[in-house]
């Protein structure tokens, strides 16, 4: 399980969001989970803060989904490719796009963007990246 390994890793290092520490989450947390075939972790003002190499999300798609957060909109777009909004809350928006989506949580200061395929699981890429958005939130992010 995952969980485990960020609280571990969380108590490992008094400073753990510092720097490339993102990196390691993107890459451990979300990706790692096997569940996630890109992700992002950016803060509420567009700034990217870490995200996957194969993620071409730019700072502009970054401020669209932060605005989107419970204003219901109709549709998303990362990679250029409109995403159809399925499910959008105050806290999470979810979307479909062809035979793949994506799951966006929203924390105190943070947005974590996970794009899965047709080969994922749409529900254990939200599981993941709610309870890691989750672990945020304890973490005052």
Known sequence: MWLPAVILLASAAPFIFA???????????????????KAAICGLD????????????GADEVAAIAEAFGNQPS????????????????????GREGSGGFVACKTNKAVIISLY???M?????AE????FADFLKSSNY
């Open 121 to 125: 699981s749409p529900e254990r890429c």
């Open 75 to 94: 549709s998303l777009k990362f990679e250029g490719k409109a995403y159809m909004i399925l499910r959008a809350n105050a806290e999470q928006i979810q």
């Open 46 to 57: 567009g700034v990217i803060w870490a995200k996957s190499d194969n993620f071409n999300i």
């Open 117 to 119: 395929t047709n080969a």
């Open 128 to 131: 993941v990246t709610q309870n």
């Open 19 to 37: 720097g490339s520490e993102w990196d390691g989450y993107v890459s451990g947390t979300l990706l790692g989970s096997g569940n996630i075939a």
